[in-house]
């Protein structure tokens, strides 16, 4: 298997950390969509990133589509519970971490401040949003769903990890220590560790 993606992108960073739980072994391919001749449209007409290019050549593409097909393609460890309520819990946690990144996305990506102040509160209030009830959801429990890791854990990581490096000036823990502490044990994982962008 191949994964097409930039180092940058948060979205890809949580597929690789799913990747490197299931112990799937594959080739990281570095792939911007923009740029001339990128190998990303072949495989996703969408030309978006993350995406997972099977041993027969098919294209897996949007990150919730490649984890919900990596968690299927080996049994263990299982990060996506069966059990309907279990697993729409899990989903709801990804839906949250994917949530805070998308809004972290636009403000961070919003150089040269085109859009409204009224706007950029709009995407602070859906960080701040998201942040609550994740703190409020992980209780005191070690894991973000029951006493296991699963892809609610990678989600929350994944999530706040880009909120910190792309809009440092975010401070969150003083509200939110549940979460704090959860950030630090998720960054001793082997997982976490090996797909840490460089600086």
Same mark, same amino acid.
């Given at each position: ?12 960073? *949580? ?14 391919? #570095? ?10 449209? #072949?495989?996703?007409?969408? +030309? *978006? ?5 099977? /041993? ?25 519970? #069966? ?11 990804? %839906? ?18 085109? #859009? &409204? /102040? ?13 942040? %609550? ?46 979460? +704090?502490?959860? &950030? ?16």
């Amino acid at each position: 298997m191949k994964l097409l993606g930039v180092d940058r992108s948060p979205y890809v960073r *949580k597929v690789r950390i799913v990747l490197e739980e299931k112990g799937f072994a594959y080739e990281y391919v #570095q792939a911007r969509p923009s740029v001339p001749d990128s190998p990303v449209p #072949q495989y996703n007409p969408l +030309a *978006k990133i993350p995406v997972l290019v099977t /041993d027969s050549g098919q294209g897996v593409y949007d990150s919730k589509v490649i984890v919900e097909y990596l968690d299927a393609l080996e049994a263990e460890p299982r990060l996506i519970p #069966q059990e309907i309520e279990a697993r729409m819990e899990v989903r709801r946690w990804e %839906a949250l971490g994917d949530g805070i990144a998308d809004a972290t996305v636009l403000i961070s990506h919003d150089y040269d401040r085109r #859009q &409204t /102040d009224e706007w950029h509160q709009r995407q602070r209030l859906k960080i701040d949003r998201g942040l %609550a009830a994740m703190e409020k959801s992980l209780g005191d429990r070690a894991h973000c769903h029951r006493e296991r890791f699963s892809l609610a854990d990678i989600s929350a990581g994944y999530a706040l990890a880009y909120l910190d490096t792309s809009l440092p000036q975010v401070e969150w823990r003083g509200a939110h220590p549940r979460l +704090a502490a959860l &950030t630090v044990r998720l960054a001793q994982r082997d997982s976490f560790r090996r797909t840490m962008p460089a600086a």
